[in-house]
């Protein structure tokens, strides 16, 4: 059974960091390009970053120079480090098996002062 279960979210100020991580299994997570998506009220689900089998990444223009997607293939984890987050950051932050496009148990982020 596939899994993955992301933490890391919480409130934070205007201007401050989370590092979200999410813990896969029941898949090769290696060789499995990876990504992070969120979903904002009345907006729908956006992807923000995604990260390849080769350790290419790509992220979405609104967060590009504020979070880092990278992958620990040894612990099956995928990581985002956010940095000078906006409040329209805010919402439930998932990640994502590409080819299957399966998420798992989203964490909330709220960016508010």
């Known amino acids: 059974e596939v899994q993955l279960q992301a933490s890391g979210g919480g409130l934070v100020q205007p201007g401050g960091s989370l590092r979200l991580s999410c813990a896969a299994s029941g898949f090769a997570f290696s060789t499995a390009a990876m990504s992070w998506v969120r979903q904002v009220p009345g907006k729908g689900v956006e992807r923000i970053a995604v990260?390849?089998?080769?350790?290419?990444?790509g992220y979405l223009d609104s967060v590009k120079g504020r979070f880092i997607i990278s992958r620990d293939n040894a612990k099956n984890t995928l990581f985002l480090q956010m940095n000078s987050l906006k409040p329209e950051d805010t919402g439930v932050y998932y990640c994502?098996?590409?080819?299957?496009?399966?998420r798992g148990q989203g964490t909330q982020v709220t960016v508010s002062s």
């Open positions: 994502e098996r590409v080819s299957e496009g399966t």
């Open positions: 990260i390849n089998v080769d350790g290419r990444t």
